[in-house]
């Protein structure tokens, strides 16, 4: 990746948030930067999801039957032209300096395949009214997709992400990454709005554990078949 400016293509799964959309999309288009590329997914939506995606010109809009947040990602991957690859999730916003920030951690240091920093939390409690919706004090600086940036290379390493999984795709994708020893780095800044509604797929909490549970014992079996792996080159390098 060169230090100019590169092209960053933007991902945005979308699934029913036709009243969100736009919001998310504007956040993008007011960041001071221009070599970008918006591809939203429309997932199978039954609202007016696509409709609102059509109404910016420079938007791409993809629409396909409904595969989950993880199905549209990789689709958003596969259709992307953008050395660098960035997530935003319909009901989220990027906040102003979000790219300005994390590109120049990128950029920084070519050994990172990819940087995130920290969300604020934006509490909705009806997932049909934006009108109640409120900052919390809450600060998530735990991996969000929508607060990082990545090289494209970074998903010939780690793969896409598992569309088996409904509300985890990202925790497992992250820790497929870990597991590798990707080079990765944790920005203090504070990058993204993070919207927290009911309907939301994280709203979902007994689906998401099950799925988090499921993740532990992979990232278990991951763990044992690398050792495995580690053992048998070092006996055969004896």
């Avoid at 029913?16 to 001071?32: K, M, P, T």
């Avoid at 910016?56 to 991957?77: H, K, L, M, P, Y």
């Avoid at 935003?88 to 990819?114: M, V, Y």
């Avoid at 920005?187 to 927290?196: G, I, M, N, Q, W």
Wanted: aromatic share 6%; proline share 3%.
């Amino acid at each position: 990746m060169s230090d100019t400016q590169p092209m960053i293509s933007v991902v945005i799964p979308a699934y029913n948030v036709a009243r969100y959309l736009s919001e998310a999309i504007g956040s993008i288009q007011q960041q001071a930067y221009h070599q970008l590329e918006v591809i939203v997914v429309d997932d199978g939506s039954t609202d007016d999801t696509a409709a609102v995606a059509r109404q910016f010109a420079d938007v791409s809009c993809i629409e396909q039957e409904n595969r989950g947040a993880a199905g549209a990602r990789n689709t958003g991957i596969d259709a992307a032209s953008g050395e660098v690859i960035a997530f935003l999730d319909a009901d989220d916003i990027w906040l102003p300096g979000h790219l300005a920030t994390l590109l120049k951690a990128l950029q920084d240091d070519p050994a990172n395949l990819f940087v995130w920093g920290a969300a604020k939390v934006v509490e909705t409690p009806s997932s049909t009214s934006t009108e109640d919706a409120s900052v919390s004090a809450k600060v998530m600086r735990g991996f969000l997709l929508g607060a990082g940036l990545f090289r494209r290379e970074v998903f010939e390493h780690v793969g896409l992400f598992d569309e088996r999984l409904r509300t985890s795709d990202d925790f497992d994708w992250f820790a497929r990454a870990r597991q590798l020893g990707i080079r990765s780095q944790c920005l203090p800044d504070t990058v993204l709005a993070y919207r927290k509604r009911q309907g939301s797929l994280t709203s979902n909490a007994a689906q998401m554990h099950a799925e988090r549970l499921q993740l532990m014992r992979r990232s278990v079996e991951r763990q044992r078949a690398l050792k495995m792996k580690n053992s048998d080159q070092s006996k055969a390098a004896e």
